[in-house]
């Protein structure tokens, strides 16, 4: 079993709609856990911590549950902007952090 | 400016030659990292350093190698031993909180 798991996707779905990515990790004692944002051909860039209780930033919405071990990414309302492969980030150990493949995501107007 | 520099953006060399890629960053981080990334494809750990003068290997170390005499940098030497190296090269510094910030990546294609 992979570390971290992501659906690869693609997801493509109509501007404004509510689209959700689950991203599964093995490593019961993983604290720190993130989503990233990758462009194409770019380099991936911090989206977005995700807090034990929750966080939410504008239209992102991040969830940690810990019981089933895996994270969320929900966006609202989505805007074309937003096509980009989405990685789920999950500490594996001391200074060691595990990227899943990613989740590609297209919107279409 | 804060950041991370990576040099050259694309880097083109014949096969059995060694290759060194430059990262330079100014955010005061301990913790650097070098990943590949190929085409469709997520991020792969090469090494990773957590203070000067000390690394570790990742997931596909063989056929690279690094070094960190400075804070400020970490540069990553492909070898002629890479089998396969020719991949989207990505450095990254990391804060005490684990967030990780990258460089711009360095292109390299070996003909």
């Known amino acids: 079993r992979k570390e971290v798991e992501q659906d690869p996707g693609p997801f493509n779905v109509p501007e404004g709609a509510t689209v959700a990515f689950n991203c599964t990790y093995s490593?019961?004692?993983?604290?720190?856990f993130f989503w990233y944002r990758q462009d194409c051909r770019k380099e991936p860039k911090l989206l977005m911590s995700?807090?034990?209780s929750g966080n939410e930033d504008g239209r992102f919405t991040a969830q940690l549950n810990r019981a089933s071990q895996y994270i969320s990414l929900l966006i609202r309302d989505s805007k074309l902007s937003d096509s980009a492969t989405y990685l789920c980030v999950v500490d594996s150990s001391a200074s060691k952090i595990i990227f899943g493949s990613g989740t590609r995501l297209s919107i279409r107007p | 400016d804060g950041g991370i520099t990576q040099s050259p953006k694309y880097l083109f060399r014949k096969e059995g030659q060694n290759v060194t890629l430059s990262c330079e960053q100014n955010?005061?981080?301990?913790?650097m990292y070098w990943y590949r990334q190929d085409p469709g494809q997520g991020l792969r750990l090469i090494y990773y350093s957590q203070i000067v003068n000390d690394f570790q290997k990742g997931d596909i170390a063989e056929g690279y190698s690094v070094s960190r005499e400075k804070k400020e940098s970490f540069p990553l030497t492909v070898t002629s031993a890479q089998k396969n190296p020719t991949a989207f090269y990505l450095c990254?510094?990391?804060?005490?909180?684990?967030?990780?910030?990258f460089g711009p990546g360095t292109r390299l294609t070996v003909t």
């Open positions: 995700v807090y034990s």
């Open positions: 490593n019961s004692a993983s604290q720190s």
């Open positions: 990254a510094t990391s804060n005490s909180a684990y967030e990780q910030y």
């Open positions: 955010l005061n981080h301990d913790a």
